[in-house]
Every structure is written in structure tokens, then in C-alpha cells.
């Protein structure tokens, strides 16, 4: 479990850093786009507006040139007004749209920005909960770890009613764990030591039913064969030591079923 929350918090947090500039990026291309795009009408009206003034500048000056004859000139400045005037309503628009355009790019920044900054604080706040997660995970880890040894100390100095409670008690705190089935067979090597054998025999049982393939289970059953003989059940003790061998014939305990067999 502490394995697993781990690689989920790394993959969070380097899912976070992938984001992160991609994001940006995205935001500034389409800022940049829309950017270019507004310099470019800038420049053309800038363009058309010096056009303008250059005609306004020559009207000026026909204007000044014209005496009392000046019938033919008239008539050329009519038509360079209504020129500039076509011009003038074409620059008008491009002035509209230029506002339009640098409207919806500030709003469009905004818009961008505000998203870009959910979208980081989301990332932050995932990448925060992964790190709680694996820090509980830790400390979780530790504790069941302390839990387990110090029931196993219990049976290692002789009290073993009390590794008994404290493995009963691991099993119940840290049900979910890859221990209990170990938890299991020390209790019923515990009840073996204190000659209680139908008990060990009872716990050792619950091992090999419920976790028959977990490394414990061979052992669960060897032990099961001591108590039965204890008890002055060799015939049982038998077919037991017979059932270790058969299902279990690669583990340690299985070399020793073997032996006692010979024995008996």
C-alpha cells in the first residue's frame, strides 16, 4: 500500500510539472496569435492614415495654387475629396475594429489567465492531497511495522499470552496487511508453547484455509502435525505431515515432514 501511494504521488507530481508549462505555453501562443494579428491591422491604418494626411497635404496645396480660372482644379479636388472620404469611412471601420479586436484580446488574456490559474491551483492542491496520502501511507508503514515486532518481541522473551493479545490486536488494527497471516501462525505457535495444542492446532487451521498460499501455510501445518502428536494423535499427525509434503513438497517444512515420517 505505502509502495502504491508513493508511485501515485510521483506520478502526481511529475504529471504536475508536464502541465504546468504547457499550460503557459498555450496561453501565450494564443495571446501572441491574436497579438500579431491586431499589429497588423494597427500598421495598416496607421499606413491608410499617412496616405490620408499626405492627400490632406496636397489639397492644401491645390488649394493654394487655385486662382479665379481655376474651373479644371475644382474639379480635381472634387474628386480627390470624395477619394479621401471613401478613405476616411474605410479607416473608420479599421479603427472599429481594432477596438473590437483589442477588446476581445484583453478579455480573451483574462479569460486565459484566470483558467491558467485554477487550472495550476487544481494541479497544486492534487499534488498536495498525493503528498498527505504518502506521508500517511508512511507513517502508517512505520506503525504497523512497530505493531508486528513488538508482538513478535512478546513471544521471543517468553510472554506469550501477551504476544497472543498483541498479535490478535495488530490483526485487527492492520487487517489489510501482508502480515496478518504471519500474526496468525505466531498465535498459534504462541498457544503451542503454552501446551495448549487443540488451540494451536485451531489457529494454525485458520492459516492454511484462509491464506494456503502464502509462506506461513506449510509451516501452519507442521506445526498442526507437532500438536496432533502431542496430543497422542499419530495417526493424524501422520496423514498431516503426508499433506504437507504433497502440496507443499518444495518448502523447508515439507523436508521436514519428510524426516519425521521416516520416524514414525
Not at 491558467?116 to 501511507?137: I, M, V, Y
Amino acid at each position: 500500500m505505502p509502495k502504491a501511494g508513493a508511485r501515485l504521488a510521483r506520478g502526481g507530481i511529475f504529471l504536475g510539472a508536464f502541465l504546468v508549462p504547457l499550460l503557459a505555453h498555450a496561453a501565450l501562443f494564443d495571446d501572441a496569435t491574436a497579438s500579431r494579428q491586431i499589429v497588423q491591422l494597427r500598421n495598416q491604418v496607421e499606413s491608410r492614415q499617412k496616405s490620408i494626411e499626405e492627400r490632406l497635404s496636397a489639397i492644401d496645396a491645390r488649394l493654394a495654387q487655385m486662382d479665379s480660372s481655376g474651373q479644371n482644379r475644382a474639379v480635381d479636388l472634387a474628386q480627390l475629396l470624395d477619394s479621401l472620404k471613401q478613405d476616411l469611412a474605410k479607416l473608420r471601420g479599421q479603427v472599429e475594429v481594432l477596438a473590437n479586436q483589442t477588446e476581445i484580446l484583453e478579455r480573451r488574456q483574462k479569460e486565459l489567465y484566470v483558467d491558467l490559474d485554477n487550472r495550476l491551483r487544481r494541479l497544486e492542491q492534487t499534488q498536495s492531497q498525493l503528498q498527505d496520502k504518502l506521508s500517511q501511507g508512511e507513517r502508517s508503514a512505520a506503525s504497523e511495522k512497530q505493531a508486528y515486532e513488538a508482538a513478535l518481541n512478546q513471544f521471543k522473551l517468553g510472554n506469550y499470552q501477551l504476544a497472543i493479545t498483541s498479535f490478535q490486536s495488530f490483526m485487527t488494527n492492520f487487517a489489510s496487511s501482508e502480515l496478518v497471516p504471519s500474526a496468525q501462525y505466531w498465535i498459534g505457535n504462541a498457544h503451542y508453547a503454552m501446551r495448549d495444542y487443540k488451540g494451536a492446532i485451531a489457529a494454525q487451521q485458520k492459516v492454511v484455509k484462509q491464506w494456503p498460499e502464502n509462506s506461513k501455510a506449510p509451516d501452519a501445518l507442521l506445526n498442526i502435525a507437532s500438536s496432533q502428536s502431542e496430543l497422542g494423535q499419530n495417526n493424524a499427525s501422520r496423514e498431516t505431515l503426508r499433506a504437507l509434503v504433497k502440496k507443499y513438497p518444495s518448502s523447508s517444512a515439507a523436508e521436514q515432514a519428510k524426516q519425521r515420517l521416516i520416524r514414525k
